[in-house]
């Protein structure tokens, strides 16, 4: 099958698939999700992503009406099911169906889980990236992995309208994340990265380049950096669940980085490696 999907009980395919028009998600965006990309039919680093996908819910009191292992079986079993060895995989929970009213302390119909499967690739690695630079006018919880992604959706427009893939976001001149991704620079050997506050997504490929990188003895600093900074670095790169690590190579028209191709070839070969050594292992 092309595409699989799970709505409250329903199996079936996405395109398919029926919500009610009470359920939370269509009035406030209320609640939270997280996604996977396969490599071979083999979510990467299933259990980080699912279990932030636990913390996320517990942070908007939420309960996810599914036990873990439960989740994890079935998000494992359908990327097996579909054609496509690459895929994305996309869990949710919303607050549930109701009347609609902002508070949630009325009569709800317990949280609705989502889950599907859909073909897609990774960015892939061997390509030069370009991004824009604008305002982060976001709120101050950007911790949380809301489905309220109204800014995501115009940052990644207008990117897109600059012939860009990416939009790089700073308050007041210190860079936070992406639309949808971290970034990262590379400056004297050394990684530098927005630390997890309030102001980024700790992202899950961010933590696995940090953990590498600490591996391979390169130092990592997370202290923010400004966009001066960035513009300055030896080399900027960006990661989430489709890219492991991409390199950045013009923000804002402007050539950066590639002046320390050989650390930034090191940490992406640890990246792929990585990536397929998970993929052998939950193969095996
Ligand atoms: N920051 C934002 C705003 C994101 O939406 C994402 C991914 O969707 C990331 C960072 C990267 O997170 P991860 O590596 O867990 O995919």
Redesign the pocket.
């Known amino acids: 099958m092309e595409t699989i999907a799970y709505y409250n009980g329903k199996i079936g395919p996405l395109d398919e698939m029926m919500i009610p028009m009470n359920d939370r998600a269509c009035y406030f965006a209320d609640g939270v999700y997280d996604?996977m990309f396969t490599i071979d039919h083999i979510p990467l680093a299933i259990d980080d992503?699912l279990r932030r996908f636990y913390r996320s819910a517990k942070k908007i009191d939420i309960e996810i009406p599914m036990p873990f292992d439960e989740l994890r079986a079935m998000v494992l079993d359908f990327c097996r099911r579909i054609d496509s060895p690459d895929a994305m995989a996309y869990v949710q929970v919303t607050r549930g169906v109701g009347m609609r009213a902002h508070a949630y302390s009325g009569a709800q119909s317990g949280p609705s889980l989502w889950v599907w499967v859909k073909p897609d690739v990774l960015d892939p690695m061997d390509r030069e990236y370009s991004c824009i630079t604008m305002d982060d006018t976001r709120y101050l919880h950007?911790d949380i992995k809301t489905i309220n992604l109204l800014p995501?959706v115009i940052y990644t427009q207008r990117a897109e309208e600059a012939g860009c893939e990416e939009t790089i976001l700073h308050r007041n001149g210190r860079v936070t994340?992406?639309?949808?991704?971290?970034v990262h620079i590379l400056k004297d050997g050394a990684l530098r990265t927005a630390p997890c506050d309030n102001l980024?997504?700790p992202?899950?490929?961010?933590a696995h380049r940090i953990a590498q990188c600490r591996e391979m003895g390169i130092p990592v600093i997370e202290e923010a950096f400004t966009v001066e900074e960035m513009m300055e670095a030896d080399e900027v790169f960006f990661?989430?669940?489709s890219a492991l690590c991409c390199r950045i190579t013009k923000i804002d028209g402007k050539r950066v980085g590639g002046r320390d191709p050989q650390l930034l070839g090191r940490i992406m070969k640890a990246a792929w490696d990585e990536a397929l050594s998970e993929v052998r292992a939950l193969k095996a």
């Open positions: 996604a992503h950007c995501a994340e992406c639309a949808h991704s971290n980024i997504l992202g899950i490929t961010r990661t989430s669940a």
